[in-house]
């Protein structure tokens, strides 16, 4: 019978003491300490940046394996920690792709500590979870907590120890941090004005980077006191990409690329992946993560797991991609994919009619973003400056080697055309293989690892070109979408009805159906897409009047959500549903008040960048309520 989460949280006692007994007639394994920083990019010594000042992780690098071109598979925290965790990619076990969210894990796959544990290693997490899905923390680990320590361990037994760093966290930039160094100092990417706001947002990101620096040290000298330096495997990551403007939450390089760096005591270089002071350049994920830690226990890999392990006895080849994804970002929805090969990114939108900058709360915390989108409104911003504000391609190509700033989008360049061929195939392999969820909208019954795998609930395959034509504009295929209209499933009807939202000009024929959609049927989903087709298109009261309903009465919050992010696009339309938009900023739900609150500042000619639209108080509620901690 296979070991489920529940029989495994019943018998990890038994199993660690036989395994302590194991360890201590001599069959020794190496302990494990990952020391994890949140939401910054390889802003480090070691990775070229003069700037940075790093110390103990250039030192770390120099003794150890520095992986040149690491990638975060959400650039964001939770789904990347899901990710981490499972070894699952989140996409593939909606709604885990989104920022936040509950997935449920199905029951017979178990979460690397689970079997590290049953290994008889001790696992303890200090102290983020984050992992958005039902797993309970509690249950997974020996101990978990700002106390968790490896030195609670029995005596001899191999222990696995995360320690989780908030320094560099996003939050920590919403004020300055002073420091050596200052803002007259750094360079400002093209795709940013040079501000004084993003100016200070960029050194207060070094100096943070300096005290978690010092932090990491710390805990090393800690294990060297303990006298464990010799048999403890050290790695030091980033959980996601940046958090200067256009960094985390997108699927630019800044979003995904991070730090990793592995050192190997000389006892156990035999699992190393290279010597000493090596850099490797192959792309590498965190969905390599998991499969790595059971490689280095000597421990088989479950199927489920995606990746590779980087170290051990069952170290893989090289990989030729790592791959990325965007999806609901907190109170705004959003759908892209991402591939590179470490040189190269390819970037495929499915909402085009989404700008890149579409207003989030928290992340407009930040003096950066403030600055940006005032520049913007005031007419002074460059055109590379001022398309995040605009709807995107359905597809960017950059030369990340000739164009770091990822300002030149190369996709029709002949030059690049073979190029772009190959990472379109790659990414369409991947998105079958990993049976994306992305294609489902939030709240749908479809949603789910075991769910999604039903051909006929979820016929992967038929949607994805139906969504990738509509995600075109392709305005050819008014037929196609039409007939599509009409399909017995929820998900086709969904995207048909957003190819015509995504047209620029109304297509005539496509009017009666989606009032017909806008009437009966079964998904609200797909009304949401047709009402705001219909209020864009043909300014229709009936389609507004139905979102206002939603957003009332809706039974499902994400339902509720896509109804307000509806509204927040139909410009003053939305005026005549303005009681339900009022009642939805007085919810007490972050995400909903927040779509509320900035929908109500447009609507009343209140808002400017600096408005106040996030509550911390009603966050920290929320997280308490759902068990988040970090």
Known sequence: MAITRRTLIATSAALGIAARATAAGGAARPNILWLVSEDNNPF??????????????????????????????????????????????????APAQHMRAVAHLPEEFRTYPELLRSAGYFCTNNSKTDYNCDVKPAAIWDRQGKEAHWRERAAGQPFMAVFNHDTTHESRIFTPTPGAVTPEEVRIPAYLPDTPGIRRDYASYYNLMEAMDRQIGARIAELEADGLADDTIIFYYSDNGGVRPRSKRYCYDEGHRCALVVHVPPRWRHLAPAAPGSTIDAPVSFIDLAPTLLSIAGIRQPAQMAGRPLLGERKGAPQKYAFGMRNRMDERYDFSRTVTDGRWRYIRHYMPHRPWGQYQAFEWLAKGYQEWEAA????????????????????????????????????????????????????????????????????????GY???????????????????????????????????????????????????????????????????????????QVRVVAAEALARHWSSDDAVRTLGALVEKAEQWQVQLQALNALTYIGDQARIVLPAIEAASRIDDEYLSRAGIYLLARLHGTYTPATKVFDMNQMMRRMAKSGVTG
Not at 44 to 50: E, H, K, L, P
Not at 381 to 391: G, I, W, Y
Request: charged share 20%.
């Open 44 to 93: 480090i010594g070691a990775y070229g940046d003069r700037l940075a000042r790093t110390p103990t992780i250039d030192r770390l690098a120099k003794g150890g394996v520095l992986f040149r071109n690491a990638y975060s598979n959400a650039p964001v925290c939770a789904p990347s920690r899901f990710a981490i965790l499972t070894g699952v990619y989140p996409e593939s076990c």
């Open 450 to 524: 075991a769910n999604s795998r039903s051909a006929s609930a979820y016929p992967l395959q038929a949607i994805m070109p139906l969504a990738a034509a509509a995600a075109q504009r392709d305005r050819g295929k008014a037929a196609l979408f039409l007939r599509a209209l009409g399909h017995g499933n929820a998900i086709m009807r969904y995207w048909a009805a957003t190819a015509f939202l995504t047209l620029d000009a109304p297509v005539e024929e496509a009017r009666g159906p989606l009032e017909a959609i806008l009437r009966s049927d079964p998904a609200p």
């Open 376 to 447: 913007y409104l005031a007419g002074t911003l460059t055109e590379v400056q001022a398309r995040f504000f605009r709807p995107k391609p359905h597809e960017e190509l950059f030369d990340l080697t000739a164009d770091p700033d990822q300002v030149t989008n190369r996709i029709a360049d002949p030059a690049a055309a073979a190029k772009a061929q190959a990472f379109r195939r790659a990414l369409d392999d991947h998105l079958v293989a990993i049976n994306d969820n992305g294609f489902i909208p939030e709240g749908m019954a479809a949603e």
